[in-house]
C-alpha cells in the first residue's frame, strides 16, 4: 500500500517538475518595464514582444492585470502593494514602496534612500475604470482575438523561436477627471504561450511591469494678433481630447517660440516676438510635456489674428479691415441709389 503511494508521488513531482519547466523556461516576453503616458492621438500607449522559445508552434496568450490586488474582488492587498514602484525624481532611483524611508502608507510620503529626497512618483494601482479602456492589439502578422475579460490570444501559432508583436492601447477619451490630474498607476500584462487554442488555461508566464503616467492635454488660444516685429500672446488651458471643458493651469508649462524659452505667468499666458521677415513663414508654438500634461503645438504666421482659429471663426470675418471697409462701401452706395431714385422717380 506504502508502495503505491511513494510511486503515485513520484510520477506526481516528476511532472511538476517536467510541466514547470517547459512553462516558464521557454518564454520570453518584454522589456520587463515601462514608462508611458496617455496619447490622445493614437491611443498607443507601448509595445511589447512575446517570444516563443519552444521547438514546437505555440499560441500567444495576453492578459491586463490589476497588480498587487485580488483577481476577483480587485481588493488591494495591503502587503502586496509594497511591491509597487517609486520613482525619485532628483535621482531617478527606481524603488518599491518597502525600500522608501519613512513610508508613509497613509499621506504616500517618504525619502529616497539614496539622495534622502521627498520628491518621489508613488504609482498606484490603475483604477478599475480605466482597466476597462486597455486593450491589446497586434502590430503586424497576427490576429488577436478577445477571449476573456482583459485576455487575448493569437488566431495563428507563434513559429518555434519565433516572436509576436503588440500594441498596448489606451483609450483615455473619457477618463478626463480632474481628480486624475497628477496621478501615476501601475498595471501588468502577462505574456505567455499555450499548445492547443481551447481555453485550456496553463499556470505561468512573464509578467510586464507599465507604468502610466495620467496627463491632461493643453489648449493654446492666441490673445493678440500676430504681427512681423511685434509680440502677441498665447493663453494655455488646460481641457480634454473632446475640447468639452477649459481650467486654469494647476502649474506653469514652459514654452518654446522660435528658440525662446519662457514659463506660463500665473494667468497661463506667455508673449513672444513674432520675427521680422520680407516673407510670411509659419512658426510653432511648443508647450513642452511636463508632469501634468501633454505637449502643445500651435502655428501662427503674420496677419493671424485673435479668434481666427477657433471656434469663433465666424466673427473674425468681421475684424478684417477690407471686409468692414467693403460693407461701407456698400452701404454707402446703397443710400445714393434709394436718394436717386426717390427723386427721379414719382410714387403712383
Ligand atoms: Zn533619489
Not at 2 to 10: Q, R
Not at 206 to 227: A, H, M
Not at 241 to 253: A, D, G, R, T
Amino acid at each position: 500500500m506504502k508502495g503505491i503511494y511513494m510511486k503515485k508521488l513520484f510520477i506526481c513531482v516528476l511532472l511538476v517538475i517536467f510541466f514547470g519547466n517547459t512553462v516558464s523556461a521557454n518564454v520570453g516576453f518584454g522589456p520587463a518595464e515601462m514608462y508611458v503616458t496617455n496619447n490622445p492621438d493614437t491611443h498607443i500607449i507601448g509595445n511589447a514582444t512575446l517570444i516563443n522559445g519552444d521547438d514546437v508552434g505555440k499560441y500567444g496568450v495576453f492578459q491586463l492585470m490589476m497588480p498587487f490586488s485580488d483577481k476577483d474582488t480587485f481588493q488591494i492587498s495591503n502587503s502586496e502593494i509594497m511591491h509597487a514602484r517609486v520613482l525619485c525624481n532628483d535621482c531617478g532611483k527606481s524603488m518599491q514602496r518597502k525600500d522608501v524611508s519613512e513610508y508613509n502608507h497613509e499621506r504616500l510620503e517618504g525619502y529616497c534612500p539614496v539622495c534622502q529626497s521627498d520628491n518621489l512618483v508613488f504609482y498606484d494601482v490603475l483604477p478599475r475604470d480605466e482597466l476597462q479602456m486597455l486593450s491589446v492589439i497586434p502590430s503586424g502578422g497576427f490576429h488577436l482575438k478577445k477571449i476573456d475579460d482583459y485576455t487575448w490570444v493569437t488566431e495563428e501559432k507563434i513559429s518555434p523561436h519565433g516572436y509576436c508583436n503588440i500594441n498596448i492601447l489606451y483609450n483615455s477619451v473619457d477618463s478626463y477627471l480632474p481628480s486624475y490630474l497628477g496621478e501615476h498607476w501601475e498595471f501588468h500584462l502577462r505574456g505567455k504561450t499555450k499548445e492547443g487554442d481551447g481555453n485550456d488555461f496553463i499556470t505561468g508566464g512573464l509578467d510586464l511591469r507599465v507604468l502610466l503616467s495620467f496627463k491632461f492635454p493643453l489648449d493654446i488660444e492666441l490673445c493678440s494678433d500676430v504681427v512681423k516685429g511685434e509680440e502677441f500672446t498665447v493663453n494655455i488651458r488646460v481641457t480634454d481630447e473632446k475640447n468639452s471643458f477649459y481650467n486654469e493651469l494647476k502649474k506653469p508649462v514652459t514654452v518654446e517660440f522660435n528658440g525662446e524659452t519662457k514659463r506660463t505667468d500665473s494667468e497661463g499666458k506667455v508673449s513672444f516676438m513674432m520675427p521680422e521677415s520680407r516673407f510670411d513663414y509659419n512658426y510653432t508654438v511648443h508647450v513642452l510635456e511636463s508632469d501634468l500634461y501633454l505637449s502643445e503645438n500651435y502655428v501662427v504666421s503674420h496677419g493671424i489674428q485673435m479668434f481666427e482659429k477657433d471656434f469663433f471663426g465666424f466673427f473674425s470675418f468681421f475684424q478684417n479691415i477690407y471686409v468692414i471697409i467693403s460693407l461701407c462701401v456698400i452701404g454707402v452706395l446703397s443710400c445714393i441709389i434709394i436718394l436717386y431714385i426717390r427723386k427721379n422717380y414719382v410714387w403712383e
